[in-house]
């Protein structure tokens, strides 16, 4: 791993590979490991490939504001310059598509493709309430089997969950689940109980549960001046299947595809359907 000052951050990365650049960039409360060898090690063996922390995530730093996609946006195009990357494909999963997207709008010159990976965007889905969940009932009984009890009308509810996964009290819950085909935030990669410690931090010393709901300039208006190519790639049961219809709806270049029986982590779950689905995708451009 090396490390890089970048908008003011110091930022972990890696790379690995060779040819053309692809940056992959991950969501809330992961770290670069998310990426794993069964996403990373495949794409490397075609392009030269960058995984990084987030500001706030894994061993970057943790500065007191600034978590806005706006601002990591320019986290990632200080890391491209530090890096003498001129031109990347980007792919982000979850809030890593956002900050993708938001790189494209404030300095297109730097993008060559975008894969939005499960990403709810703000200006095309402003709610994320479990009752407009399509699997909402499947959903509420499975987690209140394992003690979560999460209110129907939260607006916030990806954020609701990391937090009540990343507390103490379920520690014993994630260790347990270590190893299972389930896929439970903080406990299968990237030293899941130190991510989990590190992202309550990130909630309680920082302004980035503040600035993690802002739109922060990225809007329908600016969105729909995106001219890259664009795949969005989302799970057949995901709760932000409304953000993939607004991007196919405001985006001339958008190509999607459903995953089959997936949610929203389908990177880590099915990795060789991901890795297919956007090398194919970097080939055709």
Same mark, same amino acid.
């Given at each position: 791993?090396?490390?890089?000052?970048?908008?003011?951050?110091?930022?972990?990365?890696?790379?690995? +590979?060779?040819?053309?650049?692809?940056?992959?960039?991950?969501?809330?409360?992961?770290?670069?490991?998310?990426?794993? &060898?069964?996403?990373?090690?495949?794409?490397?063996?075609?392009?030269?490939?960058?995984?990084?922390?987030? =500001? +706030?995530?894994?061993?970057?730093?943790?500065?007191?504001? *600034?978590?806005?996609? @706006?601002?990591?946006?320019?986290?990632?195009?200080?890391?491209?310059?530090?890096?003498?990357?001129? =031109?990347?494909?980007?792919?982000?999963?979850?809030? *890593?598509?956002? #900050?993708?997207?938001?790189?494209?709008?404030?300095?297109?010159?730097?993008?060559?493709?975008?894969?939005?990976?499960? !990403?709810?965007?703000? @200006?095309?889905?402003?709610?994320? $309430?479990?009752?407009?969940?399509?699997?909402?009932?499947?959903?509420?009984?499975?987690?209140?089997?394992?003690?979560? &009890?999460?209110?129907?009308?939260?607006?916030?509810?990806?954020?609701?969950?990391?937090?009540?996964?990343?507390?103490?009290?379920? %520690?014993?819950?994630?260790?347990?689940?270590?190893?299972?085909?389930? &896929?439970?935030? &903080?406990?299968?990669?990237?030293? *899941?109980? =130190?991510?989990?410690?590190?992202?309550?931090?990130?909630?309680?010393?920082?302004? @980035?549960?503040?600035d993690l709901t802002s739109l922060a300039g990225?809007?329908?208006?600016?969105?729909?001046? #995106?001219?890259?190519?664009?795949?969005?790639?989302?799970?057949?049961?995901?709760?932000?299947?409304?953000?993939? %219809? +607004?991007?196919? $709806?405001?985006?001339?270049?958008?190509?999607?595809?459903?995953?089959?029986? @997936?949610?929203? !982590?389908?990177?880590?779950? =099915?990795?060789?359907?991901?890795?297919?689905?956007?090398?194919?995708?970097?080939?055709?451009?």
């Open positions: 791993m090396a490390r890089a000052g970048c908008n003011g951050v110091s930022i972990n990365y890696r790379r690995v +590979g060779e040819g053309r650049d692809v940056v992959l960039i991950h969501g809330l409360g992961a770290n670069h490991a998310f990426w794993h &060898f069964d996403v990373l090690l495949p794409l490397a063996r075609d392009y030269r490939v960058t995984v990084y922390d987030l =500001r +706030g995530h894994g061993y970057s730093g943790m500065p007191p504001i *600034g978590y806005t996609s @706006a601002d990591m946006a320019e986290d990632l195009y200080h890391l491209l310059n530090h890096l003498d990357i001129s =031109r990347a494909h980007l792919v982000g999963h979850s809030l *890593g598509g956002v #900050i993708a997207l938001h790189c494209a709008v404030l300095h297109p010159e730097c993008v060559s493709s975008l894969t939005v990976a499960d !990403s709810r965007v703000r @200006a095309l889905q402003p709610t994320q $309430r479990p009752r407009d969940w399509p699997t909402w009932k499947t959903a509420k009984k499975r987690l209140e089997e394992v003690g979560l &009890f999460l209110p129907e009308d939260e607006t916030e509810a990806g954020l609701w969950l990391l937090e009540q996964l990343a507390s103490p009290d379920w %520690q014993k819950k994630r260790d347990r689940l270590r190893g299972s085909q389930l &896929f439970i935030p &903080f406990s299968r990669w990237g030293g *899941g109980n =130190r991510s989990a410690k590190r992202w309550l931090e990130l909630l309680d010393t920082t302004t @980035a549960r503040q990225l809007t329908v208006n600016t969105l729909s001046k #995106i001219v890259h190519p664009l795949l969005a790639i989302y799970g057949e049961r995901s709760t932000v299947l409304a953000s993939s %219809q +607004g991007l196919q $709806r405001h985006l001339d270049n958008c190509k999607t595809v459903i995953v089959p029986e @997936a949610g929203h !982590s389908f990177p880590v779950t =099915r990795p060789e359907f991901f890795v297919t689905t956007v090398s194919r995708f970097l080939r055709e451009l």
